[in-house]
């Protein structure tokens, strides 16, 4: 794996990223502050292949959920910080028509990076969402898949209930942007992925 790119540099790699795939902080979908900057590079890979700022993936390789790493926020307080990590398609069931957006693949609370671990994270609370696995058709256009981490406030104890059901069609049309408000979450790290059927070509 080539060494991690300075935070400042990434952040700048990030923000172009997200302008160009029309995730402009701030936009109508609100969920990414128009004032962003990432406080730690959140790197996320399947199989050992890195999520890198839009690059594609097809069904076939994100079947099993991905490792999930990054380093802890500098600052004193935030010694004990815990995080909670979030999956979901925009673009659900097509970027033309994403009428079901947005698709909760996977919520992931209380993750804890630990000290001297190079990016190690400990999961310390049972999913809220299991994960569910990419799946556009091949007919469809790529989807962006958007892996937003957030610190949670101290003492956050949420329950499956506060995000909503796992079967498939309670997935669908959930909303970060009041999720994120109601439970005071604040975003800290981003990196984001299309996908494709494994059958779709240009």
């Not at 209380?110 to 000290?115: F, H, N, R, S």
């Not at 329950?159 to 604040?186: A, C, I, M, N, Y």
């Amino acid at each position: 794996m080539a060494a991690a790119a300075p935070l400042d540099d990434f952040a700048q790699a990030l923000s172009s990223s997200l302008a160009e795939a029309k995730l402009v902080p701030g936009s109508a979908e609100a969920l990414i502050p128009r004032d962003f900057k990432p406080a730690t590079r959140l790197a996320i890979s399947f199989g050992g292949r890195e999520v890198e700022l839009g690059n594609l993936f097809r069904v076939n390789e994100v079947k099993l959920a991905p490792f999930v790493s990054f380093e802890a926020e500098v600052g004193d307080s935030l010694e004990d910080a815990s995080y909670m990590l979030l999956l979901v398609d925009p673009d659900a069931p097509t970027p033309d028509d994403p009428k079901f957006a947005f698709w909760r693949h996977w919520v992931l609370p209380g993750l804890k990076p630990l000290a001297g671990a190079d990016g190690v994270v400990a999961q310390t609370k049972a999913a809220l969402t299991e994960y569910l696995a990419p799946g556009p058709k091949d007919e469809s256009q790529p989807h962006r898949y958007l892996f937003l981490l957030f610190r949670e406030p101290h003492g956050l104890a949420l329950t499956k209930d506060d995000v909503g059901g796992e079967e498939f069609v309670q997935r669908r049309s959930f909303d970060p942007v009041t999720f994120v408000e109601k439970h005071q979450l604040q975003l800290v790290g981003l990196n984001w992925m299309k996908g494709a059927g494994d059958g779709w070509t240009e």
